[in-house]
Structure formats: structure tokens, C-alpha cells
Nanobody
Framework: QVRLVESGGGTVLTGGSLRLACAAS????????FTWHRHPPGKARVMVAV???????YYGDNVEGRFTISRDAAKNTVYLQMNNLRPSDTALYIC????????????????WGSGTQVTVSS
């Protein structure tokens, strides 16, 4: 079992910055991928950034160049540095962790935090 706790959200003006943190505990050694998602009000949840334990990272949803995902393995924490924030970035930001896909018909664990709210005002 893995527990994820997000922090760092808040309210900022357009153009401002925030750094979110996702602290992981439990069976961390099983995890191969950490992902930040966001859930804007009245819209579907979407993936924002992915980081694998080998250090490779990917971005989505119009954040590349403004957001940076990173991982501090010693602290079991994944970060999301968000710069040049826009009102459209307003959302609940949620951390996710998964191990590699299982073999056969074994269940594939999928761990979620409860999220941290980011509000960007114009």
C-alpha cells in the first residue's frame, strides 16, 4: 500500500508561481511512475505531468514549458513547479502513483492522493 499526501496549493495572481509537493509513504519501492493530474471545476480530470523512476518525464494539457516535474528519491517526494500560471490552470491537483503493469490477470494497483487546490486569479 502507498499513501500520497499533496501540499503547496494556494491562490496566486496570473503570472505567479507555485511548487506542489507529493509526499509518498508505504511500499515506495514498488512504484515506477508518479503522475500529477488536475481536475478543473466542472471539467474532466486530465494528466498534467508524468515522471518515471528512471527520470524520464512527459507533459500534457498545455503546460510544457511552464511546469516542471521532479522527484527527490531520498525524501520520497515528487514536485510540480508551476510558473507563469494562468486562470485556466485553476484546478484540484492530484498526485498518482503506480507500479509497473502486472503479469496475467493480477490487479494493477493505482494510488491517489486527495489533492491540493490551486486557484489563479486575473
Amino acid at each position: 500500500q502507498v499513501r500520497l499526501v499533496e501540499s503547496g496549493g494556494g491562490t496566486v495572481l496570473t503570472g505567479g508561481s507555485l511548487r506542489l509537493a507529493c509526499a509518498a509513504s508505504g511500499n515506495i519501492s514498488s512504484i515506477s511512475t508518479f503522475t500529477w493530474h488536475r481536475h478543473p471545476p466542472g471539467k474532466a480530470r486530465v494528466m498534467v505531468a508524468v515522471i518515471n523512476v528512471d527520470g524520464t518525464s512527459y507533459y500534457g494539457d498545455n503546460v510544457e514549458g511552464r511546469f516542471t516535474i521532479s522527484r527527490d528519491a531520498a525524501k520520497n517526494t515528487v514536485y510540480l513547479q508551476m510558473n507563469n500560471l494562468r486562470p485556466s490552470d485553476t484546478a484540484l491537483y492530484i498526485c498518482n502513483a503506480r507500479p509497473p503493469p502486472p503479469t496475467g490477470w493480477n490487479p494493477w494497483p493505482n494510488y491517489w492522493g486527495s489533492g491540493t487546490q490551486v486557484t489563479v486569479s486575473s
